[in-house]
């Protein structure tokens, strides 16, 4: 959008003096001309031209502290309001209106970067330490154009976590891959799934989510999961739901994460019941990226039967450490601990489940209620 502009600034000053004059009113009512068009002032008004991203399907390692402005776009922080007394995780949402599209949206606190987006809007809970901190959000279009928007808050309070994350809009899934190739959900094909929310029955609150698995390849598999958000300061997980299966013995294996990120750092709590291979609970070794059997013993849940789960779970330094889990009110110690990944730079605390198809691609679905993540 902004070709106009950036063909001027970087031809005239290889202008001859006769030429000068014409061509400035020339290039001056071509400006007018744009504007009048539509081109956005941040851009017309722009005395330099920014650099764009080289490539742009690579997510940057965050900047920090915080990169300045550079002729921003519109951005705007809708809540918390600057100055607010807030409860922690506070909710943070923000828009953004580049001209072209978004590169990436980051949220900083006190200047290091705990949540990043690929979209413009931003509505996620953000964890913070209780007292006075600044939310500063910062976007990059494609075009190199960097807005930023700033808030104050004083957090006085901690709540226990986020709950009912089943009814919460904003779900996201993959099945064998996700974007250009790279592995998601894995699986030996892409599966057929879909999410409803708000389903009454089976349901224990009055508004549970059906997650249902299909298709025609066997093995296929559907991830699911939800960026709550971000934050630094939180290390120890409770992740708390109750499932209910259609048919217990059509999964492969059903599987429960959570995520935390920041730092170029990713800790994975990954967990999978694996029915049919190992008979046993399956933990992900990030570093390794590897499922190692515990020995947790795993067997085909009942049909049509809410189950309990329960992880308990811990950052500690670089590593992952899995505490306990407790399923159907049996509770185990699990404790091991794994090195987190490297090289990550998706700011995020998020939870995922998984359902995996077995050698039939047998359909079934799942129901999830009570979904709940605290932390502190």
Known sequence: MSSGLRWFQT????????????????ALGLMAWQCCQGLPAYVANC????????????????????PAALCGFPLTISGPGNGAAVSS????????????????????????????SFT?????????????????????????????????????SQNPGVSDIQKLPGWLSCSAAIGQGSTCAAGLGNAVSQLTQDESTPSLSGSSAEFTISGS??????LYWYPL?????????TYDLWFYVSDGDAPQSLEFDVNQAFAGTRWTWGSQCDFDQ??????????AEIWVPTSVPCKHFPSQTWIHLVWTLERVGNQV????????????????????????????????????????????????????????
């Not at 809970?125 to 004083?154: L, P, Q, R």
């Open 321 to 376: 450490h899995y505490l306990t889990l407790s399923v159907a009110g049996q509770e185990y110690d699990v404790d091991t601990y794994y090195t987190a990944q490297a090289n990550w730079y998706q700011e995020e605390v998020d939870i995922a489940f998984q359902l995996d198809g077995n050698y039939k691609q047998q359909p079934y679905a799942v129901w999830l209620d009570e979904v709940t993540l605290n932390a502190y």
């Open 47 to 66: 005395p330099v031209t920014p650099t764009p991203p080289a490539n742009t399907s690579l997510v940057p390692p965050a900047i920090e502290p915080p």
């Open 89 to 116: 995780p506070a909710s943070v949402i923000a828009q953004a209106l580049p001209a072209d599209p978004i590169y990436w949206m980051r949220i900083y606190v006190d200047g290091q970067a705990v949540y990043y």
């Open 11 to 26: 031809k005239r000053s290889s202008l001859t003096n006769s030429a000068v004059l014409p061509m400035v009113v020339i």
């Open 229 to 237: 958000g971000g934050g630094d300061n939180v290390s120890h997980f």
């Open 278 to 287: 190992t008979g046993k609970w399956t933990i992900w070794n990030p570093l």
């Open 120 to 156: 413009p809007n931003i509505n996620q809970y953000i964890f913070m330490s209780n007292g006075k901190h600044t939310i500063e959000i910062v976007g990059e279009d494609v075009s190199g154009y960097i807005a930023t928007a700033t808030t104050e808050v004083n957090v006085v």
């Open 217 to 222: 390849h066997p093995y296929s598999n559907e």
